[in-house]
């Protein structure tokens, strides 16, 4: 089995001419099979160090112009810029995991853009705030701007989640045109 394609693979694909299955193609396939658990946990985890990556360095401008406009020292900015990439990874392997989960039957190419950004959203907002809860945050800054933060969170999530859809996307029609 090609270990090097999208979450779902079919069992004698590389003796196919086309290994690249379409939402028609998996009712003549119904021997679709879940990829092997270590894979999924990578898979999970390096979506979660993606989001933690790319949520720090939003987290850090975000943080940044905020200390800029309040006068708040910038070391105070760091523990802030932690959480942002805590949350992005929760999100991250969030996201993962319920994709993983919910759309296992369902191969890459099939998935809808916007309920993965719709459950990027969601796990964000969600991630977001059991960070601000876990680090104590939200009797500090007071719940309007938790929300707020939520809502940026979420927005972060839908683009993310996407983005990340999007390119395995097309590193999977990469692979498919390569074979």
Do not use: C
Not at 72 to 101: E, H, Q, R
């Amino acid at each position: 089995m090609d270990h090097n394609r999208s979450a779902l693979s079919t069992p004698g694909a590389e003796d196919r001419e086309s290994a690249h299955l379409t939402r028609q193609d998996s009712g003549r396939y119904p021997d679709l099979v879940r990829p092997s658990l270590p894979r999924v946990i990578r898979g999970i985890g390096g979506t979660g160090l993606v989001w933690a990556g790319l949520w720090s360095v939003v987290g850090l401008a975000f943080r940044f112009g905020v200390s800029l406009v309040a006068g708040i020292p910038l070391v105070a900015v760091l523990p802030a810029v932690f959480g942002w990439g805590v949350s992005g990874f929760l999100a991250g392997a969030g996201f993962a995991s319920v994709l993983t989960t919910m759309e296992r039957k369902t191969v890459l190419e099939d998935l809808s853009l916007v309920r993965v950004g719709a459950w990027g959203a969601t796990g964000a907002f969600l991630a977001s705030f059991l960070v601000m809860i876990m680090m104590g945050i939200i009797s500090f800054v007071g719940i309007e701007w938790a929300l707020f933060q939520g809502a940026v969170a979420g927005v972060l999530g839908a683009l993310s989640a996407v983005g990340t859809t999007m390119l395995a996307k097309s590193a999977s029609d990469d692979r498919t045109l390569s074979a």
